[in-house]
T-cell receptor
Framework: GAGVSQSPSNKVTEKGKDVELRCDPI?????LYWYRQSLGQGLEFLIY????????KSGLPSDRFSAERTGGSVSTLTIQRTQQEDSAVYLC?????????????FGPGTRLTVL | AQKITQTQPGMFVQEKEAVTLDCTYD???????LFWYKQPSSGEMIFLIY??????QNATEGRYSLNFQKARKSANLVISASQLGDSAMYFC?????????????FGGGTRLMVKP
């Protein structure tokens, strides 16, 4: 079956440009998460969606970061005026419901490089 | 304070031997879950095993088992009979049930290298 997909797989951009990263969760998964993984580090939580709403945006590192989810499915993470410190792998995950043993299924990630 | 601590940045193990990857956590939430994920060099995150804070027995999944010591707040991953394909980064993560964000908090990871 289809897993979580993300596009693009790689993105190279110049400092100051805006980028959009896309996540297609597993069909039927109501919860969607964005994480960021800097080189050699663990994952850092960015934002969580339940349906189309985001109960927790506390992980977004600055107001240059925003995300939306439409139709309870696809999500887009937008980074405005990119900075070099934004370079990282951005991982999306989805889960069927929340809490307990509910497993988060991860996509392959988008590697963002800001020159 | 770090919520999840993995003190071993890198470890070697001989093929076919067992290895323990350490994880300690910090929470005041009485209800929480602990997860281990494997991340091969290809980058995908692969779920391995889960332990709930109220589970009476240690979790096991094939060659993976979790040594859960609640009083010590540790949840070490034990891999038995290591295989070359086990070489990867391993992340311990926690979800606190009272956290509205429902997100996973990850440790810094342990790089495991299996020697032939």
């Amino acid at each position: 079956g289809a897993g979580v997909s993300q596009s693009p797989s790689n993105k190279v951009t110049e400092k100051g440009k805006d980028v959009e990263l896309r996540c297609d969760p597993i069909s039927g998964h109501t919860a969607l998460y964005w994480y960021r993984q800097s080189l050699g580090q663990g994952l850092e939580f960015l934002i969580y969606f339940q349906g189309n709403s985001a109960p927790d945006k506390s992980g977004l590192p600055s107001d240059r970061f925003s995300a939306e989810r439409t139709g309870g499915s696809v999500s887009t993470l937008t980074i405005q005026r990119t900075q070099q410190e934004d370079s990282a792998v951005y991982l999306c995950a989805s889960s069927l419901g929340q809490g307990g043993k509910v497993e988060q299924f991860f996509g392959p990630g988008t590697r963002l490089t800001v020159l | 304070a770090q919520k999840i601590t993995q003190t071993q940045p890198g470890m070697f193990v001989q093929e076919k031997e067992a290895v323990t990857l350490d994880c300690t956590y910090d929470t005041s939430d009485p209800s929480y879950g602990l997860f281990w994920y494997k991340q091969p060099s290809s980058g995908e995150m692969i779920f391995l095993i889960y332990q709930g804070s109220y589970d009476q027995q240690n979790a096991t999944e094939g060659r993976y088992s979790l040594n859960f010591q609640k009083a010590r707040k540790s949840a070490n991953l034990v891999i038995s009979a290591s295989q070359l394909g086990d070489s990867a980064m391993y992340f311990c993560a926690m979800r606190e049930e009272n956290n509205a964000g429902n997100m996973l908090t990850f440790g810094g990871g342990t790089r495991l290298m299996v020697k032939p």
